[in-house]
C-alpha cells in the first residue's frame, strides 16, 4: 500500500516537473510546501525507528558530554519511563553512535530546549531546509526551487521520518555555491563543516578543488586553502574530545565493514569479488571523478552532471543504500537542462528499499534471512533496470554530438 502511494505522489510530482506549473509557482506554492512541512513536523514517522536514537544521543551527550563509545544496552533496566520508551526504540542497542559531530551537537542543543521532543528535532530542520530553498532558486530559478521544495522524498525523510541529513546536504551545497562566487576560504571550510554530518561530501573535494585550481593553479596556495577544510572537521569533533577519546570512526567502520542493506551493484560486485567486494565498491566513483577531472574527455558535461554521475556510481554500488542517503545528491540534480537523470530514477527507486521482509510482515523470511533483508527477485529487478536507463540516457545526451561529427565532412575526401 506504501508503495502505491508513493506512486502516485512521484507520478503528481513527474507531471508537474514536465509542465510549466512549477515554473510560475511563487509565494503561494513556498506557503503551501511550509504548511504541509510543519504539519508532518507533528506527524508520526513510518518504517523509521532512527529518530530514537537521535533522541537518545542528545540525553547522552547532555549527561556525559560525549555520546560516542557508549552502547544504549548499557542502561538497559533503566527505571525513568520516558528514557525506558527511547530506549525500547533502539535498533541496534549493542553498538554506539555512528553520527558525525555536527549532528550529535545538533541532538544536543535539541534535547537542551525541547526534551525527548521529536516535533522539535524535525522543526529546526526547517532552518537548512529553507536556507538551501533560496540557494537553488538564486543558482537554478524558480522553476528549480519549487522542484526541490515539492520533492516527495525530501519532504517524506525528512520532515515525516527526521533525518537531519539536510543539515550537511545544505553545507556541502553551499560550499559550491560560495567556491563559485570565490569565496575559497569560507567554502572549504563549510566543506569540512558538512563532513561532520556524514563523509558523503567527500567526494566532491576534487571538484571544489578544480574550481579554485581554475582561478588560481598555484599548488602551494591551493593546498593551503584546502587545508581549511580540516578546521571545520576539527571544530565539530572538538567539543567531544574534552570527554571522550571515542568518536564516530570506530562504529562507523564497523557499520561500513559488515553491514549490508538494499545492495544493488554492490551484489555484481559480491558475486565477481566475494568477500572482498568491499574493497571495490568505491572504484566505480573514483574512476570517474578521475575521468572528469580531464578536460579533454569532459568538457561537454555540465559540471553537475559530473557531480550526479559520481554520486550514482558510489551509491548504485554501495553495499548501504538508505533511501535519504540518495537526497545528497539531489540539489545537484537540478540544473535543467544538464542533468543526470539516471540519478533522479535512482533518487525515487531507493523507496524501494523499504520493502524488506519485516515491513512487508514475512516474518518467515525475516527469521530465516534478517531482519532488514530483501528478496532477491526485488533486488535483482531494481539492479538491471539501471542497464536500459544508462544506454537511454548516453543515447539520449551524446546524440546531437555523434550526428554533428557524422556530419561533418571527413578531411580524406
Known amino acids: 500500500m506504501y508503495i502505491f502511494g508513493f506512486c502516485g505522489l512521484s507520478a503528481v510530482y513527474g507531471f508537474l516537473f514536465f509542465s510549466k506549473t512549477f515554473e510560475t509557482s511563487g509565494k503561494l506554492s513556498f506557503v503551501l510546501g511550509l504548511l504541509l512541512r510543519i504539519f508532518l513536523v507533528f506527524s508520526t514517522p513510518i518504517f523509521e525507528d532512527d529518530w530514537a536514537r537521535y533522541l537518545w544521543d542528545g540525553w547522552i551527550s547532555s549527561e556525559k558530554g560525549s555520546p560516542y563509545g557508549i552502547t544504549p544496552e548499557s542502561f538497559f533496566g533503566e527505571l525513568d519511563p520516558t528514557r525506558t520508551e527511547i530506549l525500547s526504540r533502539i535498533n541496534h542497542p549493542d553498538w554506539p553512535t555512528i553520527y558525525g559531530p555536527a549532528l550529535e551537537i545538533y541532538f544536543y542543543l535539541i534535547h537542551l530546549l525541547f526534551p525527548w521532543k521529536l516535533w522539535a528535532l524535525k522543526l529546526f530542520l526547517l532552518v537548512p531546509d529553507i536556507l538551501l530553498f533560496f540557494l537553488i532558486r538564486t543558482k537554478y530559478g524558480v522553476r528549480s526551487s519549487a522542484l526541490y521544495f515539492w520533492n516527495p522524498i525530501l519532504i517524506k525523510e525528512v520532515f515525516l521520518n527526521a533525518h537531519p541529513d539536510i543539515i550537511g546536504i545544505f553545507l556541502l551545497f553551499y560550499s559550491f555555491y560560495l567556491a563559485e562566487k570565490y569565496r575559497f576560504r569560507l567554502s572549504f571550510f563549510i566543506w569540512g563543516l558538512s563532513l561532520a554530518v556524514k563523509g558523503f561530501g567527500v567526494l566532491l573535494f576534487p571538484f571544489l578543488l578544480k574550481l579554485y585550481w581554475s582561478k588560481t593553479p598555484n599548488w602551494k596556495k591551493a593546498g593551503i586553502v584546502a587545508a581549511i577544510s580540516i578546521l571545520g572537521i576539527v571544530l ?24 549490508t542493506f ?37 568538457s561537454h558535461l555540465a559540471e553537475e552532471e559530473k557531480i550526479g554521475i559520481t554520486f550514482f556510481l558510489f551509491f548504485y554500488f554501495s553495499p548501504v543504500v538508505n533511501a535519504w542517503y540518495l537526497l545528497w545528491m539531489f540539489p545537484f540534480l537540478l540544473r535543467i537542462p544538464g542533468t543526470f537523470w539516471p540519478s533522479w530514477v535512482l533518487l525515487f527507486l531507493g523507496q524501494v528499499s523499504y520493502l524488506n521482509y519485516a515491513n512487508t510482515g514475512d516474518w518467515k523470511s525475516v527469521l530465516e534471512k534478517g531482519y532488514y533483508a530483501h528478496p532477491d527477485l526485488l533486488l535483482i529487478s531494481i539492479s538491471c533496470v ?18 554533428d561529427s557524422l556530419e561533418k565532412p571527413s578531411h580524406l575526401s
Open 236 to 259: 565539530a569533533y572538538s567539543p567531544f574530545l574534552f570527554f571522550s577519546q571515542e568518536t564516530d570512526f570506530t562504529a562507523l567502520s564497523r557499520f561500513i565493514g559488515s553491514f
Open 386 to 403: 539501471f542497464l536500459p536507463i544508462l544506454l537511454a540516457w548516453l543515447r539520449v545526451r551524446f546524440s546531437a554530438k555523434i550526428t
Open 262 to 298: 538494499f545492495p544493488l551493484g554492490y551484489n555484481i560486485l559480491h558475486t565477481i569479488f566475494g568477500e572482498f567486494a568491499r574493497a571495490f565498491w568505491t572504484f566505480p566513483a573514483i574512476v570517474s571523478i578521475l575521468f572528469f577531472l580531464n578536460k579533454k574527455y569532459s
